[in-house]
């Protein structure tokens, strides 16, 4: 049962229009804001009322006018006026002879309209806010562990402020290749490797290092692979300098390394451009361990390869001219090799071998 007070509430009918216009700008539910209004209203309610348990605060969706309402259960003696109306009170102001009835009552105080009309305003800046964050964030969090072009804004204090549309990230200086410098406007792409949602919109962390930067450019230069047609099985990489990758055909008459190289090389060349040069091995997989280790050793050629499969280790001989290619400046090849087949490698040449 509501019993209603004589006080008053004066309409609000620009609220309710700037509630649906910004239902319409900016993809907001007018339900959502409304609710939000409502729970803000009866936060507020609580300091006046000691408890908004039983108090609900209402929004007429036509004239724009707030109430507020308090219920009270009807029992025979009261231990909470704040909750309960005792029987007599009931049936003398409510016309309620039963215990367990419920009594709405209208509370608005003299002073609401003003206070709604603050916090509705409060509450739907603070929701524009965070639907618009939340939005950015949806939009970006797509982009994790994926590629996405930036201009680059400034170098300050080691790192690069990078726009990638909407908002701006830091590529650190431990995420940068070293050999690589960019100038202010220059387009580049970069590696998603997070992306997280904070107070202050999301927080997007890129990387031009991650080996998985070379697999996303190969995925996105090669139709091949786009269509499923050749498979990114592997890829090692240390940045600046080489990277390898092993890639895979299922249909036996596609190449899946021609496909990667292009015609006249043109679609590795425009990979490593994007990388400023840096060297790119392209090597077929297979699931032979002993034939795809042969081939991660590319360039050099390899003579025999014995594996243990359990130990995930493996002993290569090559023609003695051809050590130090296969094991590469510094190991370098020999170090990548091992990387994209997940094995240890050994490598002798051939006479070493004999002596051995």
């Known amino acids: 049962m509501k019993a209603k007070n004589s006080k008053e509430t004066k309409g609000n009918p620009e609220l309710i229009e700037a509630l649906e216009a910004i239902e319409k700008e900016k993809d907001i539910s007018k339900d959502i804001l409304i609710e939000a209004i409502q729970n803000s209203l009866l936060a507020a309610c609580k300091d006046q009322f000691g408890k908004s348990d039983n108090v609900r605060v209402t929004l007429d969706e036509n004239t724009g006018e707030f109430h507020v309402y308090q219920d009270k259960t009807v029992v025979e003696e009261v231990e909470d006026d704040t909750l309960q109306m005792s029987l007599i009170e009931a049936e003398a102001k409510h016309g309620v002879t039963e215990p367990g009835a419920v009594v709405s009552l209208e509370v608005t105080p003299k002073n609401f309209g003003r206070i709604s009309a603050q916090k509705a305003k409060q509450v739907v800046v603070q929701k524009i806010r965070e639907e618009e964050r939340k939005v950015l964030f949806d939009q970006y969090y797509t982009k994790e562990r994926d590629i996405i072009t930036g201009t680059v804004q400034r170098y300050n204090g080691g790192s690069y402020t990078i ?27 970069l590696y998603v490797t997070e992306v997280r949602d904070t107070t202050r919109g999301p927080r997007i962390t890129v990387s031009r290092t991650h080996p998985e930067l070379v697999k996303r450019l190969f995925e996105a230069e090669v139709a091949e692979i786009q269509s499923g047609v050749v498979e990114i099985k592997s890829v090692s990489r240390e940045p600046g300098s080489r990277s390898k990758i092993a890639v895979y055909s299922y249909n036996p008459d596609v190449d899946s390394v021609g496909a990667c190289v292009g015609v006249n090389g043109i679609r590795v060349n425009t990979i490593v451009e994007e990388l400023r040069g840096e060297k790119i091995d392209i090597v077929e997989w297979n699931e032979n361990p002993a034939i795809f280790i042969e081939h991660a050793l590319s360039p050099s050629r390899v003579l025999a390869v014995t594996v243990d499969t359990e130990e995930k280790t493996a002993s290569v001989i090559v023609p003695d001219y051809q050590l130090s290619l296969a094991i590469g400046k510094e190991g370098q090849n020999a170090r990548l090799a091992a990387r994209l087949t997940g094995y240890k490698i050994d490598i002798k040449s051939e006479t070493q071998n004999v002596e051995g």
């Open 163 to 189: 726009n990638i549309g909407k908002i701006d990230t830091i590529l650190t200086e431990a995420e940068q290749v070293k050999t690589e410098r960019f100038r202010s406007h220059e387009k580049i792409k």
